[in-house]
C-alpha cells in the first residue's frame, strides 16, 4: 500500500467547500468523526490531482466508520431498486469548486503589515520638513545678542557681516575694527569662505580677538548659528577670546 500523502485538499461535497492543505492526521480524525463522508472528496495538497473519494482513498478507509445493521438494511434496499448508474469507480465530472478557506499557517501570521508603518514615516518626514523649513526661515532674534551700536569700539575685533546680496542670496566680510574689508575677504559667498578669510586674520592678529558676528534681523538664524559652531573650537583653543552675535539694527518700532 503506497504512503498517503502528508495533507489533502478537502472538499465537502454536500456544503460545496473546499479546506486546502489540511494535515493527514486531521482528515483521519474528521472521518472518524463522521465529520467528512465517505462521498466527499479528497486529492494530495498543492496538486492538480483529480479529485477521490473518501472511501477510495488508501489511508482514509479504515477510519470509515463500520457498517452496521441500518446500513446493511439500506445495502438490500438499494440493491432491490437495481444498480447504481455511477459507480463508485468511475470517473465522475465534477463542477468547478469554490476555493475554500485554507488552512491556517504559521508564517503568514508572521508577516508584518508595512502599509501603517509607511505612512507614519511619510507624516513623520512632512512634519520635520516643515519645522525645519520654518526655522530656517525665522528672523534673528536670540536672546545672547545685542545691538551693534551698544558694543565698545575695538580696533581689533575682527566683524563678520553677514548681508543680503539679494533676494535669495547672502554673502559674508571680514574685517578687523572700522576698517573696510579687504577684496579677498569681501562678498564672500559661503560661511566656509568667511571662517577660512578669519583664520588668515588671526595668523596676523598679535594677540586673540574678540570676535563679532553682525546680521541683519530680517536673515535667517540659521546663519548666525553656522558660524558661532565653528568659532566655539577656536574659543577653546584661545584663538579668540570671545565672540558675540550682534544685529545691524534695531527693530523698528
Not at 503506497?2 to 492543505?21: H, I
Not at 578687523?176 to 575677504?185: M, T
Request: net charge negative; with cysteine.
Amino acid at each position: 500500500m503506497a504512503k498517503p500523502p502528508k495533507a489533502f485538499d478537502v472538499w465537502f461535497v454536500t456544503a460545496n467547500t473546499v479546506y486546502k492543505g489540511v494535515p493527514y492526521h486531521v482528515v483521519a480524525d474528521w472521518t472518524q468523526q463522521g465529520r467528512l463522508g465517505a462521498t466527499d472528496m479528497v486529492r494530495p495538497a498543492g496538486t492538480e490531482a483529480e479529485w477521490a473519494r473518501v472511501d477510495a482513498q488508501d489511508g482514509l478507509t479504515d477510519y470509515l466508520p463500520r457498517p452496521t445493521a441500518v446500513r446493511t438494511v439500506w445495502a438490500e434496499a438499494e440493491s432491490a431498486a437495481g444498480p447504481d448508474p455511477t459507480p463508485p469507480g468511475e470517473p465522475i465530472e465534477l463542477p468547478e469548486p469554490e476555493p475554500g478557506p485554507a488552512a491556517p499557517r504559521i508564517e503568514d501570521d508572521d508577516e508584518v503589515d508595512m502599509i501603517p508603518l509607511i505612512d507614519i514615516s511619510m507624516v513623520l518626514l512632512v512634519f520635520f520638513i516643515i519645522i525645519r523649513a520654518a526655522g530656517a526661515l525665522a528672523p534673528v532674534d536670540v536672546p545672547e545678542m545685542r545691538y551693534a551700536g551698544e558694543l565698545a569700539s575695538d580696533p581689533f575685533a575682527i566683524t563678520i557681516n553677514v548681508d543680503k546680496a539679494d533676494e535669495f542670496t547672502v554673502v559674508y566680510s571680514v574685517r578687523v575694527g572700522q576698517n573696510p574689508a579687504r577684496p579677498d575677504h569681501d562678498r564672500l559667498p559661503t560661511p566656509e569662505a568667511a571662517i577660512a578669510a578669519l583664520d588668515a586674520l588671526l595668523l596676523e592678529a598679535q594677540q586673540p580677538p574678540e570676535v563679532r558676528i553682525a546680521c541683519r534681523k530680517d536673515l535667517p538664524n540659521d546663519r548666525v548659528t553656522e558660524l558661532q559652531l565653528e568659532l566655539e573650537p577656536r574659543f577653546k583653543k584661545r584663538q579668540i577670546n570671545s565672540y558675540v552675535a550682534t544685529v545691524v539694527e534695531a527693530p523698528k518700532k
